[in-house]
């Protein structure tokens, strides 16, 4: 009996890891510090200071190919930066709304799994992988609700990136929620939980998204956002 017990469970052992390779099952479970980094594919990027703007020199020159590179900075704003070979300097358009660190990661730098091709990592929680870069699920567990802009004081934060809520001192609310990089955009919902108000979606790119609603001043706002 105890072969046979143990005959089975080396089978089904053996039948999880033929799905763990599967192209529909999870690539990995990346732990610890700045896994992002660690995807298959991913490289690190390191900036001569604290980066802001739309660029900022990094630290040494530029070895690889001069291009177009997708980088998710450390508090997870992204953009598209341009690199030049045997030059340290990074362009790119649209100001970093925040105040990331000199540590930043090239998404898809090398080739990435092809899709759909999943993986886990302790900073942003699930990801995909489209054949070109690794983008977020809505399932965030270390990407914290980040307002850049459009609520006068806010306060308050719960959630996450993609689902989460805060308190705005404003009477109309815009809030620019920023979000982790997503293949093509953003859809954003959001409402005012204090006196129920359904806000409107007037703006999102591939890094964050922009609702719009009418808000007494001490209203509590909760939102989700989901990638397309």
Known sequence: MKIWIRSLITAALGLWAALALAGNAPYGVFGGA?????????????????????????????TGSTGSYLVVFSD???????????????????????????AATIDGYTATPPAPT???????????????????????????????????TVSATK???????????????????????????????????THPVVFTETAQNTYSCTVTGTTTSGDVIQFSATPY
């Open 118 to 152: 999943f993986g886990f990592t302790s900073d942003l929680g699930y990801v995909y992988s489209t054949g070109t870069g690794w983008f977020g699920t809505t399932e965030y567990v270390g990407a914290p609700v980040y307002i850049s802009s459009g609520c006068a």
């Open 159 to 193: 959630g996450t990136a993609t689902n989460g809520q805060f308190s705005t001192t404003a009477t109309t609310c815009t809030p620019v929620i920023q979000l982790p990089p997503a293949p093509n955009g953003w859809a954003c919902l959001a409402l005012d939980v």
């Open 76 to 102: 997870w704003e992204s953009r598209t930066v341009t690199l030049t070979n045997a030059a340290t300097t990074a362009t790119w358009t649209g100001a970093l709304v925040g105040t990331p660190t000199v």
């Open 34 to 62: 700045s896994t992002f980094a660690n995807l298959p594919g991913n490289i690190s990027l390191t900036f001569a200071s604290a980066p802001s703007g739309s660029s900022t020199a990094i630290a040494t020159a530029w």
